[in-house]
Each structure stands twice: as C-alpha cells, then as structure tokens.
C-alpha cells in the first residue's frame, strides 16, 4: 500500500466511493477538476492500482481547507482514514500553513472521532449547512497559536 498524489487514474474509483458514501457525492468532473486547481491537493492509498482511501484540501493563503476523506467501505477500520489524514495535516505544515480546517456533520460520531484523536478542536457550528439542513461543526488543528501571533499586533 502506497500514499501518493491523487492523479487521473484514480478518478473513476474516488467517484465510485464518493457515490457510495456521500448523500451530495463528488462527480469525475469536479474531481478532475481538481487536478487543475493549483491550490487543490489530494492524495489516494492505493494497492495495486486499487483506491482504498483518498482525501483533499485546498491551500487558500495561510489557511488549509479539507474538502473531503473516505474509506472505501471494506476497508474502514484499519488505520487508512488516520494514515491519509496524518498525511494532509504533514503536507499543510510544510506548505507553511497555519491551521487545518473542516466542516463535519454533528451526527458523524466516526469522522468526529477520528478529527478529535488528531488534534482538531470544534470552534463552531454552521446551521443547517447541509442539504438536509443538518448543522456542521467546524473544526480547526492549528500549527500555531492564533492567540499568540494576535499578541503582537
Ligand atoms: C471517517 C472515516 C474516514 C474513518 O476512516 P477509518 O480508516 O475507518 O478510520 P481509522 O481506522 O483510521 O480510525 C481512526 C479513529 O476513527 C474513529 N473511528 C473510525 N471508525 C469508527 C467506528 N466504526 N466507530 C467508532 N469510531 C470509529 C476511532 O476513533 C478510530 O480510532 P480507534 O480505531 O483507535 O478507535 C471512515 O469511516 C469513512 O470513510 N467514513 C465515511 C466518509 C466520512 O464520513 N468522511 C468524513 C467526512 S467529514
């Protein structure tokens, strides 16, 4: 199993998962997008030609953005969301960034789980910010202290 930059081969099977876990998925052409956007950076854990987890971010200025992360559904449970996720996180660090962000849902205890064992902090809730009208958290792992830098202002 191998961590790399998410590439055109890898497409059909993001989509494929994305359409099989996500209630608003991804389509091949807002991924392929992607591949264009410079500040878009994604990367798969694949085997053999085989995707088995992938995750995303946008890198605007001095913030990271993650766009979206899944596991393939039989293949949840072995460390993958955390391995792709550590990966993101190293990435934004050396892209100087000084924080990660995410929105996810208040009911996806797993994701929420998994964000809170990796250093993210809830700093608030976007009402109603999914199709369904459920709420978001938004979660933040900083690599400084904002109220550090605020300090020498
Ligand atoms: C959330 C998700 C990415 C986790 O990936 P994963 O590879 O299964 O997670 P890991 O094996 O790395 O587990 C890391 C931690 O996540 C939490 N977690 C993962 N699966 C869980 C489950 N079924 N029940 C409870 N906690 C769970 C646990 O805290 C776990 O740590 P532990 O194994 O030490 O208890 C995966 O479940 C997934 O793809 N879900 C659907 C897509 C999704 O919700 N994405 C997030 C959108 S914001």
Excluded at 126 to 142: G, L, S, T
Aim: glycine content about 6%; hydrophobic content about 40%.
């Amino acid at each position: 199993m191998n961590i790399v930059k998410m590439d055109a081969s890898h497409i059909s099977q993001i989509a494929e998962i994305e359409k099989n876990t996500f209630s608003a998925p991804w389509s091949e052409v807002s991924l392929k997008r992607e591949l264009d956007n410079d500040l878009a950076c994604y990367f798969v854990a694949e085997d053999e030609g085989e995707v088995l987890a992938y995750g995303g971010m946008w890198l605007v200025v001095t913030e990271a953005q993650i766009t979206n992360i899944a596991v393939r559904e039989d293949k949840r449970r072995q460390g993958l969301g955390t391995l792709i996720l550590k990966k993101l996180l190293e990435e934004a660090k050396q892209r100087y960034m000084m924080g990660v962000t995410l929105e996810v849902r208040v009911s996806n205890e797993k994701a929420l789980s998994l964000y809170t064992k990796n250093g993210f902090v809830s700093e608030g809730v976007r009402k109603n910010y999914y199709e369904d009208n459920e709420d978001a958290y938004i979660m933040w792992h900083y690599f400084t202290d904002p109220e550090s830098e605020a300090v020498g202002i």
